[in-house]
């Protein structure tokens, strides 16, 4: 019979007796525990050696004796000798040492769990029969995939006296585009306060009593200002609750994400941030458009398209071998060009405007910087659109074949 116990070791004696490629394994694994690791073989294996270089460890030069294991509060013994782990294992049960025994098919007095791990929960896999190693890491590894896809309930039960604030990039929109610890952070989460953009499918698998509070703003209208962003974060933390900030993309761009950081912190919420995959990468890349491209782009701009143009955006839009990148900037398309044009950019640039990207609804309109604004009326493009212009939006950069094909013909 096997109890499994979560035993600390930082700090503690371990002693292991074998220098092969098991014993450096275990050693590495002690060593992320904080253990003190003393080594007992008379040779070392090159893995092994250079553990022992790296970390200075303890290497006693010879076999086995009794003196060896002084101090121990547990041993791991990996000789290759089953004869030596067996005797190792004899005088470690005299002593009332704890010893892991990796010659022996029914294990020592102790044995290593295969662990999963995820936030600050450990799930571990024990055998309590014979050992069959490679059965209990794929169990191990099925349990650590349910944890990291947020399928099993690891919110707190018990509150803290101060919550937590995570802010969470979403990545552009599918919801297996959020980052894992992101995800993880999700399903921890006692309340989640959420935009519009982003994986917001992923709001519907969140347990029920999940308070979700959707602050979501759409351009023209601010349902919830920030300031009342801010003080709803603050408040839900000060009650103990473990926030998730949800927003599009990553947190830190045209998503004020600093100013939520910076609340938390002047009200002494712990806060951190998680990021995200950014529209400005990966809305053009769901087009099939790499924002740099050896040869053709070497530098990215990226613009509010809200703001009036720059002397440095325009001298971006002149400069055949910059990438502008253009986020919010629908509405603004007109007067963007425009001013783009009348500072001596070239009519022919290629432009992309991506809609929807990484969505069903995604739609790309090619197009050159003198008719682009003309065109989107025609199109009828809405928000959200991410606009590319640059020599890498033209429309057969990469995939010649397949997007000239017209719709419906594509075969792949
Ligand atoms: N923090 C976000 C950007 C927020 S600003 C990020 O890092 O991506 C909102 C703008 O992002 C939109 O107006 C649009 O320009 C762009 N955007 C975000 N998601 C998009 C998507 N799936 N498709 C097209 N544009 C998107």
Known sequence: MTTMIGIALTGRQVVLVGGGDVAARRIRRFLLDGAIVRIVAPELGEATARLVAEHALEWRTRGVGPGDLDDAWLVHTATGDARIDADVAA?????????????????????????????????????????DPGRTRLLRDAIGELL????????????????????????????????????RLLSEADVVVTDRLGPIGVLDELAPEIEVIDVGKRPGHHPVPQQEINEILVERARR????????????????????????????????????????????????????????TAAALHVVNGQDA??????AAMRDPQTTTVVLMGVSALL????????????????????????TDEQRTTHTTLATAAAEAVTTGVRNPAVMVFGHVAAADLLLPSLVSEPAGDTTL
């Open 91 to 131: 005088l470690c049960e005299e002593r009332r040492i704890l010893c892991i025994n990796a010659g022996d098919g029914s294990h020592g007095s102790a044995r290593l769990a295969a662990e999963t791990r995820s936030g600050d929960s450990i799930v571990g896999v024990v055998s309590d029969a014979g050992v």
């Open 309 to 314: 143009p720059t002397e440095a955006t325009l």
């Open 148 to 183: 990291r896809e947020g399928g099993l309930p690891v919110r707190r039960r018990r509150l803290t006296a101060v919550g937590q604030v995570h802010l969470v990039g979403g990545g552009p929109g599918p919801v297996d585009l959020i980052t894992v610890r992101g995800r």
């Open 240 to 295: 103990g609750l473990r926030v998730v900030r949800l927003k599009g993309g990553d947190p830190f761009v045209y998503g004020r994400g600093g100013e939520e950081v910076a609340a938390c912190l002047a009200a002494g919420i712990p806060v951190d941030v998680v990021p995200g995959l950014t529209s400005i990468v990966s809305v053009p890349q769901a087009a099939g458009i790499p924002v740099t491209h050896r040869g």
């Open 335 to 358: 007067g963007f060009t425009a001013a783009a044009l009348s500072a001596g950019a070239d009519r022919e640039l290629p432009v992309a405007i991506v809609e929807s990207g990484h």
